[in-house]
């Protein structure tokens, strides 16, 4: 199966701050996704980015399908952003998504 | 629809009981996932339904754990003879086919083995 890579694991900000969050696939795969996890833990669904660029707000993320990277960052961080990123995504046929083992945000007020 | 829905919230058994977690998707979604996650790492996939039928389940997954989606609306997922290593956090996921992206999470079932 494909492996996902997260990088980096853990990222300390202080409140204002950008960040960029990176995510590379050892394959090519569909429905590329991004995710936050909240203290809860609960996983709230941030992009479906299979390509190029997309902007909500303060976040915006970039796939580039032919390299198999993708991308997310965040502009004037909050102390609201604080929790794990998570990146998924579909390898070929398959209907689940494969995650990476995420990126830890802490942003100090 | 309020989204993805989970029961219980946590749950705490011992060594060697059955336990039974639900899960109820947004009600036009056809697609139904459950994941296990543990501290520090990504969810993993366990078993995927599309309506009734479970598709696809991960090798990983020990004959102790079983799901159903009986009437393709909610799902459960119920482990027997659960062991410490069971303990991690449950997830259910929902989507739509025929759509991309727009994964749905419910809250998870946070499982404690003792």
């Known amino acids: 199966g494909i492996q996902v890579e997260q990088s980096p694991p853990d990222l300390i900000l202080q409140e204002g701050a950008n960040s960029t969050l990176r995510c590379n696939f050892s394959?090519?795969?569909?429905?590329l996704q991004w995710f936050h996890q909240n203290p809860w833990g609960q996983l709230i669904n941030l992009f479906y980015i299979p390509s190029g660029t997309k902007q909500n707000g303060r976040l915006s993320a970039t796939t580039v399908a032919t390299e198999r990277y993708s991308l997310l960052y965040i502009s004037s961080s909050q102390t609201t952003d604080s929790g794990v990123y998570f990146c998924?995504?579909?390898?070929?046929?398959?209907?689940?998504?494969?995650f990476g083992s995420g990126t830890q945000l802490t942003v100090l007020p | 629809d309020t989204g993805v829905s989970q029961n219980p919230r946590h749950k705490i058994t011992k060594r060697g009981q059955n336990v039974t977690f639900r899960c109820d998707p947004i009600s036009e979604h056809n697609r139904l996932y459950w994941y296990r996650q543990t501290l520090g790492q990504g969810p993993e996939f366990l078993t995927y339904?599309?309506?009734?039928?479970?598709?696809?389940k991960s090798r990983l997954l020990s004959d102790r754990f079983s799901a159903e989606r009986p009437k393709g609306s909610f799902s459960t997922l119920e482990i027997q003879r659960t062991e410490q290593g069971d303990s991690a956090m449950y997830l259910c996921?929902?989507?739509?086919?025929?759509?991309?992206?727009?994964?749905?999470f419910g809250p998870g079932t946070r499982l404690t083995v003792l």
């Open positions: 394959d090519s795969v569909n429905n």
């Open positions: 998924g995504g579909q390898e070929g046929s398959a209907r689940q998504l494969t």
């Open positions: 996921a929902s989507s739509l086919s025929g759509t991309s992206g727009g994964w749905f």
């Open positions: 339904f599309q309506n009734e039928a479970q598709l696809e």
